[in-house]
């Protein structure tokens, strides 16, 4: 199987994720920047794809990123059968370990549809 290629280096991609968890979990009132946001979503989904390869299920992320992975039937056309979709701030969340999968899906924070729709086993990153 081919190695997923990737856009965002890895010191780049683990520092914005470290900006994120920093700001996650100080009160300031500063807003992080989105290029740091965008780039450790982009960078997450590029690590899940690497350690979970396949395209079985669809990881959305909007506005920032998408991918597919973990192993399965290859989807091709239309809407996949598993879905995952969430907003920026649970998906970073869900990869740092700030919240685990189980409390954000029962918390109606992330969208999960088909029957590989469950990423409990890779996350945290």
Do not use: K
């Not at 091709?76 to 740092?96: F, H, K, M, Q």
């Not at 370990?97 to 999960?112: E, I, N, Q, S």
């Amino acid at each position: 199987m081919a190695t997923a290629r990737r856009r965002i280096g890895t010191e780049e991609g683990t520092a914005a994720l470290a900006a994120w968890r920093e700001a996650a979990a100080s009160p300031s009132d500063a807003p992080l920047p989105r290029t740091v946001t965008a780039t450790a979503v982009r960078y997450s989904l590029e690590e899940l794809t690497a350690r979970a390869p396949g395209n079985s299920v669809e990881v959305r992320v909007p506005p920032f990123g998408v991918t597919q992975c973990v192993e399965g039937p290859r989807h091709t056309r239309g809407t996949p059968p598993n879905v995952i979709e969430c907003d920026a701030a649970t998906w970073l969340s869900l990869v740092t370990g700030r919240l685990t999968w189980a409390d954000a899906v029962a918390a109606h924070r992330v969208a999960a549809s088909g029957l590989r729709a469950d990423l409990s086993a890779l996350l945290p990153l």
